[in-house]
T-cell receptor, first 116, second 112 residues
Framework: GAVVSQHPSWVICKSGTSVKIECRSL??????MFWYRQFPKQSLMLMAT?????????EQGVEKDKFLINHASLTLSTLTVTSAHPEDSSFYIC????????????FGPGTRLTVL | GNSVTQMEGPVTLSEEAFLTINCTYT??????LFWYVQYPGEGLQLLLK?????DKGSNKGFEATYRKETTSFHLEKGSVQVSDSAVYFC???????????FGTGTRLTIIP
């Protein structure tokens, strides 16, 4: 149980285009989802926290107009990287949490974004 | 602010060797402490956790003890296997706060 999927697993796009990444909780309803970014050989950095039906809370330094997060249902959150540039190339990881499973976050496998 | 410092890798060990991956933290109050593992091609999985001082988390032969006096949460295993090859992340979340702060990760490779 407690499986989180991400789609796509990798994507290559041209500079200036927008890319949408989906995060789904497959067998539970996630009241809260988190989006992280991981640079090579570095730690996961929390980008934003999203609660179903409300606006996401972004961490300091993360541009909310650049990284659009929508948590429209209890099983789906999306991250859209708008007008992507090469510096946005990274590994994006989501996680999901539900209260009755304690304070554990369940992570997706990640999405590798490469912007040319 | 909160931070986690963990042993830099990569770490390469022979099968059945003893493993220690060091982790120290900086936080106010009494955070919860975690070890996550990421196997190749997979997402992070919770390996073990401890929520208060002197608690010992354990799973799959791995152990870590919450040491408040040294602000540490070192990961240990008495006899590693090839299947333990993965990247290990130490993390904390402040009391009553669900946000996780991660260390940089330690890549572990076990050779037969």
């Amino acid at each position: 149980g407690a499986v989180v999927s991400q789609h796509p697993s990798w994507v290559i796009c041209k500079s200036g285009t927008s890319v949408k990444i989906e995060c789904r909780s497959l067998d539970f309803q996630a009241t809260t989802m988190f989006w992280y970014r991981q640079f090579p050989k570095q730690s996961l950095m929390l980008m934003a926290t999203s609660n179903e039906g409300s606006k996401a809370t972004y961490e300091q330094g993360v541009e909310k107009d650049k990284f659009l997060i929508n948590h429209a249902s209890l099983t789906l959150s999306t991250l859209t990287v708008t007008s992507a540039h090469p510096e946005d190339s990274s590994f994006y990881i989501c996680s999901a949490r539900v209260w009755d499973l304690g304070d554990t976050q369940y992570f997706g496998p990640g999405t590798r974004l490469t912007v040319l | 602010g909160n931070s986690v410092t963990q042993m830099e890798g990569p770490v390469t060990l022979s099968e059945e060797a003893f493993l220690t991956i060091n982790c120290t933290y900086t936080a106010t109050g009494y955070p919860s402490l975690f070890w996550y593992v990421q196997y190749p091609g997979e997402g992070l999985q919770l390996l073990l956790k401890a929520t208060k001082a002197d608690d010992k988390g354990s799973n799959k032969g791995f152990e870590a003890t919450y040491r408040k006096e040294t602000t540490s949460f070192h990961l240990e295993k008495g006899s590693v296997q090839v299947s333990d090859s993965a990247v290990y992340f130490c993390a904390l979340s402040p009391r009553g706060n669900e946000k996780l702060t991660f260390g940089t990760g330690t890549r572990l490779t076990i050779i037969p």
